[in-house]
């Protein structure tokens, strides 16, 4: 074998044993992170993205309640996402 096939095997080498870390970390957090604080993919109703974030909050209800802003940074639409004490 000449130096170049000894790298390349080195290299495949290294390259398996980040795929397996990878996994393993990956395999890891779903464990650790249980359904119930799993936050569910919130969607814009205009253009069907999932590219969104919270924006703060709408004025509070009469019933002490208040809606969840949200942005998508798609197409820049603001709504709200149901009613949260």
Known sequence: ??????MFIKM????QAIKRAKQS?????EQSEPESQTPEKLQ????LSYDVR??????VRKDGTKSQRILCK???KT?????KK
Request: charged residues 20%.
């Open 1 to 6: 074998m000449n130096s170049f096939d000894v």
């Open 12 to 15: 495949v080498k290294d390259y």
């Open 25 to 29: 970390l990956e395999s890891q957090n």
């Open 44 to 47: 814009c109703p205009k253009c």
């Open 54 to 59: 919270q924006c703060g909050y709408s004025k």
């Open 74 to 76: 798609a197409c820049h």
């Open 79 to 83: 709504y709200t996402n149901g009613a």
